[in-house]
């Protein structure tokens, strides 16, 4: 999905703009109020779309500050300056300070490549970006009617759009893995097909998903590739009944994979020959380990596994960007380049992922506890630096064995006996009370394979 950047300080304005923007190219708009927010941001998305931005704002020349500083990363971002054409960035367009949003929306739509009938000023056919991913468990879009795109660079301001399946064409995962090894992330389909290609890519993975022969690399790449598709949803469609479906069905397959030999083996063969979706791959982890783990304890049970499961695939549901999810101390929040605005989500994620998760239908009880406490603390907002041992038991188990994922996931290559050490001197340090402390040596004893049960 195109991204923009809006940097106006005029509320009503801003507010009436992102919402044609929205509205007119399906796009995400952020919105800042100062350079200062705005750099911030672009320091961590750098391949934004589009950066609107007043020349001034109060006595800022934010304009030009955002202006040198694209130019100073030697960037391709298009800046639709409103006011005065005031820099030497290369990719600057600008429209009077005096203008109509109606204006500043045209003008943006024509900077990304949608089209406009010139008669009645209104946008009749615009395309929106889909992710590569979305293509890669279909054979055609042919049920649908829906031709694909690529966008591509008309002149040094404008994009077009080429035809690279037709809807009847047929094509195959390889197909569509060329294009990804050569750089390519979305493909645009045409607004109107949206909601329909999403449904109906998602059905199919509802299908795939139920299959009862897959096993192995295949089913971890295709939870992998469902569960990107979930994250999209749930920020883009909302909650509706085909996400619920392919919840389920994601969660289920989760389950089948943990019940095969060796699953610990074949998750790390699927990661080291695969981009795996981080996210995935973190939810993934921790659920396989969490059952292991909970095996050492006597309170193990089908009902604490499923638990933990749901736990595990949803603690970070309401995090888009694998970036934020990376985040685990409050040093690292306020240390991070991230805005104010996504300052809060990170900081009150656990607590907004909860909510997300009381919409849908059959969680298991117990699960929204686990998740509103998986950062340590009881209201979901915040990191704590002290143990908290008011939280409930299973929810410390989930905190100890979480930080040991985040520490694996971050060895390159196959992990030694010597990076084990460093993770256990790391978290024996943390974790030396109450259930903490037995979490950890269960983790221990399961990675020298000893039985040994705790209370
Ligand atoms: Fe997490
Ligand atoms: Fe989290």
Request: proline share 2%; with cysteine.
């Amino acid at each position: 999905m195109s991204q923009i950047l809006l940097i106006e300080a005029d509320d009503t304005l801003r507010k009436i703009i992102k919402l044609n923007l929205m509205k007119s190219i399906g796009c995400d708009v952020i919105e800042k109020q100062t350079a200062k927010d705005a750099i911030s941001l672009l320091q961590i998305l750098p391949d934004i779309d589009l950066v609107i931005s007043r020349e001034i704002i109060g006595t800022e020349n934010t304009g030009l500050t955002i202006a040198n500083y694209l130019e100073k990363e030697a960037s391709a971002i298009p800046l639709l300056i409103i006011g005065n054409k005031i820099s030497t960035y290369n990719h600057v367009i600008a429209v009077e300070a005096n203008q109509s949003w109606k204006n500043i929306t045209n003008v943006a739509c024509k900077v990304l490549g949608v089209v406009i009938d010139p008669d009645v000023n209104r946008i009749v056919a615009d395309y929106v970006p889909v992710g590569i991913h979305y293509f890669l468990n279909i054979t055609s879009t042919s049920s649908i009617g829906c031709d694909v795109y690529i966008r591509v660079k008309k002149n040094e301001k404008e994009f077009q759009f080429v035809k690279r399946l037709h809807s009847k064409d047929m094509f195959s995962r390889a197909d569509i893995l060329k294009y990804k090894e050569s750089g390519l992330k979305e493909f645009y389909i045409s607004k109107e097909h949206f909601t329909k290609f999403v449904n109906f890519v998602t059905a199919e993975l509802v299908a795939q998903l139920g299959r009862a022969k897959l096993e192995g690399v295949d089913r971890a790449l295709l939870s992998s590739e469902a569960y990107e598709v979930t994250l999209d949803r749930i920020h883009s469609l909302g909650i509706d009944d085909l996400t619920i479906e392919l919840v389920k069905e994601s969660i289920y397959s989760m389950e089948s994979s943990l019940q095969e030999k060796n699953n610990l083996a074949i998750f790390l063969k699927t990661l080291k020959a695969n981009p795996l979706s981080c996210a995935y791959a973190h939810s993934y982890l921790c659920c396989l380990i969490l059952h292991k783990v909970v095996a050492h304890f006597d309170w193990e049970s089908v009902q604490v596994k499923e638990k933990l499961t749901y736990a595990a695939y949803f603690h970070d549901i309401s995090l888009k960007d694998i970036s934020f999810m990376e985040i685990n101390a409050i040093k690292e929040l306020e240390n991070s380049k991230l805005s104010e605005e996504d300052k809060k989500i990170v900081n009150n994620h656990a607590l907004l992922s909860s909510a997300i998760v009381e919409r849908f239908p059959n969680i298991p009880a117990g699960v929204i506890t686990i998740i509103k406490e998986h950062h340590g603390s009881k209201s979901g907002i915040g990191f704590p630096e002290i143990l908290s041992i008011s939280i409930t038991p299973i929810s410390m188990m989930f905190i100890v064995v979480e930080h040991f994922v985040d520490e694996f996931l971050k060895i390159k290559g196959t992990p030694s006996s010597d990076d084990l050490k460093k993770i256990f001197l790391m978290l024996g340090k943390r974790y030396n009370k109450v259930t903490y402390q037995q979490t950890f040596v269960a983790l221990q004893n399961m990675t020298q394979h000893k039985k040994k049960q705790v209370s």
